[in-house]
């Protein structure tokens, strides 16, 4: 494995690990997809679940991953509108990447 | 496989996935593990690796990992002493993620 290592080379920008960082940079980015993996959400229930986020990160955040376009933003004409966040296919492709993290969380002591 | 996420509840400060961004959070924490998973590197090497960072934010990202668990530092007393940062059994268990991330990176189109 770890001769192997990296599966292909990194230059030129062209490291796909360098580019999976960059979408997915920030803080609070992999939680984000962490509680869409589990269902479209609403962004008060992505506020309640991300304790100690500001409304403000939370947006740019959600806008970030829509440009990447990593999950969708539905508005439903209710009164008041109703919006929905939820993962693409791509988005939806990152269930390998979460799952690795929690099985290296699961080995980490809590602290 | 969605219909089971998350694999364990996350409450109380208990998600895996939580304690893992916490430990891989920072714009170049998972270009450094990348690095050592192909083996021991020394500070300039993995300075001259990643485009870009200051040698102060190479200095912390190591310490911060140091402190994890995730890498070691050895030093030889050699002149001028040479240090080596290497990844511990903890550090090597990442690999999986950055599998994954790999692998996400390459369906994202080059930009």
Redesign the interface.
């Known amino acids: 494995?770890?001769e192997a290592?990296?599966?292909?080379p990194?230059e030129d920008?062209?490291?796909?690990?360098?580019?999976?960082?960059a979408?997915?940079?920030g803080?609070w980015t992999?939680?984000v997809i962490?509680d869409l993996?589990?269902?479209p959400k609403r962004f008060g229930e992505l506020r309640d679940?991300l304790a100690g986020i500001s409304p403000k990160t939370l947006t740019d955040r959600l806008r970030d991953l829509e440009s990447a376009g990593v999950l969708s933003r539905t508005m439903y004409p209710e009164i008041p509108p109703r919006v929905e966040y939820r993962l693409t296919d791509?988005g939806?492709?990152?269930?390998?990447?979460?799952?690795?993290?929690?099985?290296?969380?699961?080995?980490?002591a809590?602290g």
Chains 1, 2 share one sequence.
């Open positions: 494995m770890l290592w990296p599966p292909q990194c920008g062209s490291c796909p690990v360098a580019r999976a960082v979408v997915l940079d803080k992999l939680l962490r993996l589990g269902g679940s791509l939806r492709s990152l269930a390998p990447v979460l799952n690795a993290l929690g099985e290296f969380g699961r080995s980490l809590i």
